[in-house]
T-cell receptor
Framework: QQQVKQSPQSLIVQKGGISIINCAYE??????FPWYQQFPGKGPALLIA?????SEKKEGRFTISFNKSAKQFSLHIMDSQPGDSATYFC??????????????FGTGTRLQVTL | DGGITQSPKYLFRKEGQNVTLSCEQN?????MYWYRQDPGQGLRLIYY???????QKGDIAEGYSVSREKKESFPLTVTSAQKNPTAFYLC??????????FGPGTRLLVL
């Protein structure tokens, strides 16, 4: 079964620190790697996504690093803020033009940013 | 105001009862999806649809059924065959091969 393994399960970071969440995948056909942010009782919201033709993508305080040979990718949150406290999910899909993309999700990381 | 709506926010099911969760989108997306989320687990795909009157099973389709009679709507029925239905159910939509956007979810509880 296709899997995406995510770690750590939970993470506590001080305000201003760097939060790092890691994911690893097995299926080499995956070519789309989004990260979603979810607050309690809400639906996930897309945070940032990357394709394997680049090794890094940055949007504001959020950066995805991608290592194709190791089949790993990670989310870095710089200058973490209490408002970043949420559950983060990595996901992966094989994107084929003209068809729906079936996302395979990691199990999530609960991030708590303390004052 | 464009987006995805799910109703109800909370739903209670009695043993042996079928219940239907609503999902509507006005984003003109071709594809729609249903996921189940359990505590400590990621989202798992139940069913998805790429076009009206067509849908495909996901990883955990047993005990669920769907229909896609209109592009905007993709209701999910949790049947009595689903023995452990308590979960948070999320609907999503996307353009074909595009980013998936999620609705606010429906929490299903068993009485």
């Amino acid at each position: 079964q296709q899997q995406v393994k995510q770690s750590p399960q939970s993470l506590i970071v001080q305000k201003g620190g760097i939060s790092i969440i890691n994911c690893a995948y097995e299926n080499t056909a995956f070519d789309y790697f989004p990260w979603y942010q979810q607050f309690p009782g809400k639906g996930p919201a897309l945070l940032i996504a990357i394709r394997p033709d680049v090794s890094e993508k940055k949007e504001g305080r959020f950066t995805i690093s991608f290592n194709k040979s190791a089949k790993q990718f990670s989310l870095h949150i710089m200058d973490s803020q209490p408002g970043d406290s949420a559950t983060y999910f990595c996901a992966a899909a094989s994107h084929n033009t003209g068809t729906a993309s079936k996302l395979t999700f990691g199990t999530g990381t609960r991030l708590q940013v303390t004052l | 105001d464009g987006g995805i709506t799910q109703s109800p926010k909370y739903l209670f099911r009695k043993e042996g009862q079928n219940v239907t969760l609503s999902c509507e989108q006005n984003l003109n997306h071709d594809a729609m999806y249903w996921y189940r989320q359990d505590p400590g687990q990621g989202l798992r795909l139940i069913y998805y649809s790429q076009i009206v009157n067509d849908f495909q099973k996901g990883d955990i389709a047993e005990g669920y059924s769907v229909s896609r009679e209109k592009k905007e709507s993709f209701p999910l029925t949790v049947t009595s065959a689903q023995k452990n239905p308590t979960a948070f159910y999320l609907c999503a939509s996307s353009t074909l091969a595009g980013t998936q956007y999620f609705g606010p979810g429906t929490r299903l509880l068993v009485l």
